[in-house]
């Protein structure tokens, strides 16, 4: 999806509270961790060196920062600290700096103030702070606006605020924060002009974000989640609990690569757990799915919508060996998927490529072409741009996985859920494109190296094969010419070879 700053101010939203206790540990896979019940009490006096701000006396964190030089820790004593009465109150920090709260140190912008921290200073550490109450635009964040290389946010609750809680650039750690309750997302990844690379993502709880509900404010706008990344080259996104966000919990949209997601808990987002969208090189492993993509799903069979919504959705995106990576492949292995509204669907949209009027990321190309006007008539019509100018949803490696699925904790009694897919659509648009007709669904399906294999799946599961027409039965689905699922196991044993 196109991604754009919005330039007006909005009013503050009203917070709509989401209460969740954190579940117990998972017996087969991994349990949570709840910054936002348990923030550790560091910090509680200023350390040697430190420049006090007490929110009684200096009223303008701003004012401070600019008076000290590069790598000041500043400390700040417990209350509300507030950046003054102009929209555009900020902190503009300086490399190195350090900002410690006080246990009880809330910075508030009061539904005035846009944003907390900006500007592209490097180094910068935020640690233990509440920042609430700012007002950032659609697609901009509260917290590192301008997507700064190599901060630090650890141990800090960000909350209650419009737009994003926090931006990222290279080389961000983003550790043991609770991201909640933010207007759009809880982490919005993207720099512009350039590739964000090394982020780390790692222990935090990112709930109830999108509060504003922007896919219905502008529809197909697809700018709403837990945590969206643009052109991300290395992430490691692990032991987070990701939950009862208003949309996806993990999107990946447009040139992302090397992502390993592993040990997260996935529960209760209302739309997709993991949406990894023409991109490339993903280990996705012993994370919980539970009851996602309930919301989305229901809306879609109630409009009797037959695409395969699912949990782990794959749209153009798969494994290139030529775009280095720790893995040439999508994995996905050792995860445990319990009563979500379906299981793992592979697509490729036909009509979407380099230069098609279709590619929502307007002006992308894909890693493998130098020039996107190369991907035209008559060249794209034969080798190499045939293949190259294409996301494809390619070398997906499906295994060892549980999949359990009861209709009835899912309320669907139906046959729109429940569902594994690989398929594409019948290519039609524009008039130039060579995909048109089944070709790209024959790739799809049968000859870019997608398999399932050594499952294990209780449940009524169904599978789709080729297009939406084709439903299958699990042994349809192992026979030829499909020949998925070997070593499968279909009555919740262990795999049977």
Not at 25 to 38: E, I, K, R, S
Not at 39 to 64: C, F, I, M, Y
Not at 95 to 111: Q, W
Request: with cysteine.
């Amino acid at each position: 999806m196109v991604r754009r700053c919005a330039a007006v101010l909005v009013a503050l939203c009203v917070v709509q509270t989401v209460l969740v206790s954190p579940p117990a540990a998972v017996a087969d896979g991994p349990g949570p961790t709840a910054p936002c019940d348990n923030q550790p009490a560091n910090h509680s006096t200023p350390p040697a060196g430190a420049v006090t701000v007490r929110p009684e006396v200096d009223n303008d964190l701003h004012a401070k920062t600019a008076a000290g030089p590069a790598g000041t820790t500043f400390w700040l004593a417990p209350g509300t600290h507030t950046l003054g009465d102009d929209e555009f109150g900020q902190v503009i920090p300086k490399d190195g700096n350090v900002y410690l709260g006080a246990p009880g140190a809330v910075l508030d912008g009061r539904g005035l103030n846009r944003f907390a921290f900006t500007q592209r200073a490097e180094n910068v550490v935020i640690d233990g702070l509440t920042i609430q109450g700012f007002v950032a635009p659609q697609d901009q964040g509260v917290v590192n606006h301008d997507s700064g290389d190599g901060w630090v946010i650890r141990n800090s609750t960000i909350q209650h605020n419009r737009g994003a809680a926090l931006m990222a650039g290279a080389r961000q750690v983003i550790r043991h924060n609770c991201l909640r309750e933010n207007g759009q997302y809880g982490i919005n990844a993207y720099q512009e002009g350039d590739t964000i690379t090394d982020l780390v993502v790692e222990a935090n709880e990112i709930s109830g974000n999108n509060t504003d509900d922007w896919e219905t404010k502008v529809p197909g706008c697809g700018c709403s989640g837990a945590m969206k990344f643009w052109a991300v080259d290395g992430a490691d996104i692990r032991d987070n609990w990701i939950h009862h966000n208003h949309g996806a919990g993990l999107w990946a949209d447009t040139n992302n690569n090397d992502f390993l997601v592993e040990g997260n808990l996935f529960e209760d987002n209302e739309a997709e757990a993991v949406f990894y969208e023409i991109s490339y090189n993903l280990v996705l492993r012993e994370n919980t799915f539970r009851r996602n993509t309930l919301v989305q799903g229901t809306r879609f069979a109630e409009r009797g919508d037959n695409f395969p919504v699912g949990t782990v959705y794959l749209s153009e995106a798969g494994g290139e060996p030529r775009v280095p990576a720790r893995t040439d492949r999508i994995e996905i292995h050792g995860n445990v998927f319990e009563d979500n509204w379906s299981g793992i669907t592979l697509w490729e949209n036909a009509d979407r490529f380099c230069n098609s009027p279709a590619n929502t990321s307007s002006g992308y190309c894909t890693e493998l072409v130098e020039s996107r006007a190369t991907c035209t008539r008559p060249g794209i019509a034969s080798a190499p741009l045939y293949d190259d100018c294409r996301w494809k949803t390619q070398r997906v490696d499906i295994r060892d996985n549980t999949f359990r699925f009861d209709p009835a904790r899912v309320d669907c009694d139906g046959d729109l859920c429940g569902r594994m897919a690989v398929l594409a659509n019948y290519g039609t648009y524009p008039d130039w494109s060579p995909y048109h007709g089944h070709g790209v669904a024959e790739a799809i399906t049968f000859g870019q190296d997608n398999r399932w294999h050594g499952n294990t799946y209780t449940g009524p599961w169904r599978f789709l094969a080729h297009d939406t027409s084709r439903a299958l039965t699990p042994e349809q689905w192992r026979s030829e010419p499909y020949g998925q699922d070997t070593c499968s196991s279909f009555t919740g044993g262990a795999p049977d070879c």
